[in-house]
């Protein structure tokens, strides 16, 4: 399986595409300022106290509070909270948890009430990012991640990740990690780590205990709510998650972005640094390598994936449902069980692809074609088990029921990717009515004139691949050169093939648009 992410880097945000052999199975996007992403650490503000729900809302500067449940403080917030007040009493004076004398746990049957008050600082790491009308959700019990090993605060114990199925493996590690770590410091030791040296994972822990207690010199100054910690920016958490051997190629728009990603992999894996390449061109990167192609094809309330088969997904409030349908699919030669079965198989390959491409969370409930067979059920049963496995996501799934449904809970800590496949005509505004096509080059001729007699002479008209073949249409006497000539300017045709059929803009030598 070879692995590639192509990135497109704009103004306003940060679009990422992780393909699997060529295939579209992870899109994010992240706004370039964004807030309160899962792992920032937060000084926040206590606001209120609710014995009902026995939690409390912590002011941490989002419109809304979000929320702190007792469950999620974890055992040792008491010793968490000595160490904020020792740091927000001392100025100057760098604070380690290893010379700490830890507290006793809180009482896990205990009420919010006992711990917090109502205007008390407290430090929190968002556990799940705002969605629709919630505020995010905290926890007190922090991490901090790295590649190998992922870093606990006020801990002491070594866990080692259940991936790794080597007994011998898992005891080095845990020795090895026994030795190195400092006191009062736990850790959980990632998959990645397996084989690695001492000195790497030495390393690693270092750095990130420096980043834990340097985040605190300056504590003192702050105000809440403040960010204390952020995480990582989601490119970069992406690669230090999912980097790989099978990883081949990297993509990216943005020269800038593509030195800082190939100077972070050369820290954490050297030989994989040349497979960063800066992709240039008057083309949209997602464009010029077919990805926005797949993401039309696969965004939608409609999914065709095998034989004229397809999904429809419709998304409640409380859940989200699948429906499979094999549409005109048949074979013949074939029963309806063993279509059935064939079809089912298909859409649980698809089913896994769009939950990781749309990051659906909550309940999900699919409702596969009916099969009478227990062992047909139980086939579909374990490929939808074996490909979700590649879903970094937790999930749990159950066994399809006699009706042929299937249940499936996905960890929800971001707001569901979400994208408009079928948009309001841009030429008719919704109308369902255009003018003619054949005043089109009209239309952009007057544009073009407009433009020209604002000063710009060397311009840019960006089209659909069908336009731009008609205005390129001949050898010598072609529409391009015509305006070039009538309008005394210097023209360049691109072909955009994301645009609609009558669509167009027109950009400056600057390759800055021009707002017509």
Known sequence: MSNELVIDVNPNEIVIALLSNRQLVELTREKSNLQFAVGDIYLGKVKKIMPGLNAAFVDVGYEKDAFLHYLDLGHQFRSLNKFLQQALARKGRNLSISKM?????????????????????????????????????????????????????????????????STEEKNRLRQLLQSIKPKNYGIIVRTVAEGKRVAELDQELRSLVEKWEGSFQHIRDMQPPKLVLGEMDRTTAILRDILNSSFENIYVNDASAAKDIKNYIAGIAPEK????????????????????????????????????????????????????????RSKAGNDQETNALEVNLAAA?????????????????????????????????????????????KHNILPLSKFGLMQITRQRVRPEMNIEIQETCPTCLGSGKISPAVLLTDQIEEKLKSVSERGEKKLTLKVHPFVAAYINKGFWKTLRREWQSKLGIKLAVKEIPSYDLLGYKIFDQNNQEIEL
């Open 273 to 328: 640094s040349k497979i960063v390449k800066h992709v240039t061109g008057d083309m949209p990167i997602f464009d010029q390598l077919g990805v926005d192609k797949q993401i039309k094809s696969s965004f939608g309330k409609t999914v065709s994936f095998k034989n004229g088969a397809y999904l429809i997904i419709e998304h409640t409030e409380a859940f989200h449902v699948i429906d499979v349908n094999s549409g005109n």
């Open 101 to 165: 004398r830890l507290e006793q746990d809180i009482d896990k049957n205990g009420k919010m009430s006992d711990v917090l008050k109502s205007g008390q600082y407290i430090l929190v790491q968002v556990a799940k990012e705002p969605i629709s009308t919630k505020g995010p959700r905290l926890c007190s019990e922090i991490s901090i991640a790295g590649r190998n090993i992922v870093l606990i605060p006020f801990s002491d114990k070594v866990s080692i990740s259940q991936k790794i199925k």
């Open 349 to 393: 390959d698809e089913i896994a692809r769009q939950l990781r491409l749309r990051d659906m969370g909550g309940i999900i409930v699919v409702d596969f074609i009916d099969m009478h067979s227990a062992e047909n059920r139980q086939k579909v049963f374990e490929r939808m088990k074996e490909v979700m496995g590649q879903d970094r996501t």
